[in-house]
T-cell receptor, first 116, second 113 residues
Framework: DGGITQSPKYLFRKEGQNVTLSCEQN?????MYWYRQDPGQGLRLIYY???????QKGDIAEGYSVSREKKESFPLTVTSAQKNPTAFYLC???????????????FGNGTRLTVT | DQQVKQNSPSLSVQEGRISILNCDYT??????FLWYKKYPAEGPTFLIS?????DKNEDGRFTVFLNKSAKHLSLHIVPSQPGDSAVYFC????????????FGDGTTLTVKP
């Protein structure tokens, strides 16, 4: 059964520590994304990647880093430079259409990160 | 400046009645619009979309209407069911991969039995 797996579901860290959130997909999608959701707000784009070994900053990339070494995997590192890291993090994937046509996102079930 | 706005944080309707969720956008370059549904502690799931060349798209109980001149879209759910209770996000993008969609803040729909 194809889908996106995010682990762990809940993550707790001390302030000043870097933490890496895992995201794996078996949908054979080229494009992958990381969003952040804060209470009562919509989803904001952190980073996205449309092809292996390439990624671009989204609207709120400061304090985050990513890598895309494999098509199936797009891990997100929340660094100590991120001022408000406590949030719900969502990974997504989609078909990357070379003609720029739109396709919906498939989301994982998220990781709730709490930094104290 | 928020480019996609869902002005109603919550909506409550009776089972069997119509639910109407609204969304406004400001960027005239947006030409593809999507609705996602989200249950607590889960990721959003895609519900329905509409391209700017259309003014209506229907899928079962769900219909999305687009009014380009007013920069307004709405999602109609008929008839509403208790299982429809969730947060609904409107999203918009501009002729590129929908992954770079801009999302509204969501509307929490409660359908009462």
């Amino acid at each position: 059964d194809g889908g996106i797996t995010q682990s762990p579901k809940y993550l707790f860290r001390k302030e000043g520590q870097n933490v890496t959130l895992s995201c794996e997909q078996n949908l054979n999608h080229d494009a992958m994304y990381w969003y952040r959701q804060d209470p009562g707000q919509g989803l904001r784009l952190i980073y996205y990647s449309q092809i292996v070994n390439d990624f671009q900053k989204g609207d709120i990339a400061e304090g985050y880093s990513v890598s895309r070494e494999k098509k199936e995997s797009f891990p997100l590192t929340v660094t100590s430079a991120q001022k408000n890291p406590t949030a719900f993090y969502l990974c997504a994937s989609s078909i990357a259409n070379p003609w720029g046509l739109n396709s919906p996102l498939h989301f994982g079930n998220g990781t709730r990160l709490t930094v104290t | 400046d928020q480019q996609v706005k869902q002005n109603s944080p919550s909506l409550s309707v009776q089972e069997g009645r119509i639910s109407i969720l609204n969304c406004d956008y400001t960027n005239s370059m947006f030409d593809y619009f999507l609705w996602y549904k989200k249950y607590p502690a889960e990721g959003p799931t895609f519900l329905i979309s509409i391209s700017s060349i259309k003014d209506k798209n229907e899928d079962g109980r769900f219909t999305v209407f687009l009014n380009k001149s007013a920069k307004h879209l709405s999602l109609h759910i008929v008839p509403s069911q208790p299982g429809d209770s969730a947060v609904y996000f409107c999203a918009a993008s501009g002729n590129t991969n929908a992954g770079k969609s801009t999302f509204g803040d969501g509307t929490t729909l409660t359908v009462k039995p």
